[in-house]
C-alpha cells in the first residue's frame, strides 16, 4: 500500500472520529441540561409539600411525647401505690413456681 494512501485513510478516521466525539459531547450536554430541568421541576414541586410533611411531623413527636408523659406518670402512680401498700403479716411470701434463681 501506498504511504500516501495510509496518510489518507488515517487522516479520515481521525477526521470522522473527532465529529463522532463532537457529536456525543453535544448529546451528553442536552441530556445533562434537560436532566437538571426536570430535577428543578421535582425539586419546586417537593418544596411546597415539605414545609407540610415538616409540620405534620413535628406534631406527631409533639402528640407521641405527651402520650409517652402520659405513661410515664401511669408508671410511677402504679409504683407510688404499691410501694405505700400494707403488707399483710399472715400473708406468704410470693413465690414463683418452677423457676430456681442460682447464684453465679
Same mark, same amino acid.
Given at each position: 500500500?501506498?504511504?500516501?494512501?495510509?496518510?489518507?485513510?488515517?487522516?479520515?478516521?481521525?477526521?470522522?472520529?473527532?465529529?463522532?466525539?463532537?457529536?456525543?459531547?453535544?448529546?451528553?450536554?442536552?441530556?445533562?441540561?434537560?436532566?437538571?430541568?426536570?430535577? /428543578?421541576?421535582?425539586?419546586?414541586?417537593? /418544596?411546597?409539600?415539605? /414545609?407540610?410533611?415538616?409540620?405534620?411531623?413535628?406534631?406527631?413527636? /409533639?402528640?407521641?411525647?405527651?402520650?409517652?408523659?402520659?405513661? @410515664?406518670?401511669?408508671?410511677?402512680?402504679?409504683?407510688?401505690?404499691?410501694?405505700?401498700?400494707?403488707?399483710?403479716?399472715? @400473708?406468704?411470701?410470693?413465690?414463683?413456681?418452677?423457676?430456681?434463681?442460682?447464684?453465679?
Amino acid at each position: 500500500m501506498d504511504e500516501t494512501l495510509l496518510f489518507f485513510i488515517t487522516s479520515w478516521v481521525f477526521s470522522l472520529s473527532s465529529v463522532g466525539l463532537f457529536v456525543a459531547l453535544l448529546s451528553a450536554r442536552a441530556r445533562a441540561k434537560r436532566a437538571e430541568r426536570h430535577l /428543578d421541576q421535582v425539586l419546586r414541586s417537593f /418544596d411546597g409539600t415539605r /414545609d407540610a410533611s415538616d409540620e405534620r411531623l413535628s406534631s406527631a413527636v /409533639d402528640a407521641l411525647g405527651v402520650e409517652m408523659e402520659r405513661l @410515664a406518670e401511669g408508671q410511677r402512680f402504679v409504683a407510688r401505690v404499691l410501694a405505700e401498700r400494707p403488707v399483710a403479716a399472715d @400473708a406468704p411470701p410470693h413465690v414463683q413456681l418452677g423457676r430456681a434463681i442460682t447464684p453465679h
